[in-house]
């Protein structure tokens, strides 16, 4: 079976050590559960959570996503809508920042995992 690229593995947030396990218990816009991730992969067993905590430093990769978030939207505001004054660039940023927010919870915390989870890759061998 051919394996995942690196890529499509964190796009579909797959374990960083076999890209087969999933990381999260359900799809992200379920907003009940779309919080909730898997404590080990259900592939092979690998623990997500190196150390209690680990996943607080994904904070700072959540905030550059809202900075480059913010960036972008006031870019394409001020490019495109002639008469945009402050409410403008508030209320788009401020609905971005709500709608993307389980997208950006969780890529948060997938880029984190595969910078800093420390795992190494090593497809299986089929003999
Ligand atoms: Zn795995």
Redesign the pocket.
């Known amino acids: 079976m051919a394996k995942r690229t690196k890529l499509s593995a964190v796009l579909q947030g ?8 999933r990381l999260f218990i359900s799809k992200a816009y379920n907003l009940k559960k779309f919080l909730l991730m898997k404590k080990e ?6 623990r997500f959570e190196k150390e209690p905590r680990f996943f607080d430093g994904a904070m700072y990769i959540s905030y550059a996503m809202s900075v480059g978030l913010f960036l972008v939207s006031a870019f394409i505001i001020n490019y495109t809508i002639e008469e945009a004054n402050e409410n403008t660039y508030l209320i788009a940023i401020i609905t971005e920042v709500i709608l993307l927010y389980p997208l950006m919870y969780r890529y948060s915390r997938v880029f984190f995992l595969y910078s800093f989870g420390g795992f190494k890759y090593t497809p299986k061998q089929n003999n």
């Open positions: 797959r374990c960083p050590q076999c890209r087969e396990g992969c259900d592939a092979c067993g690998a």
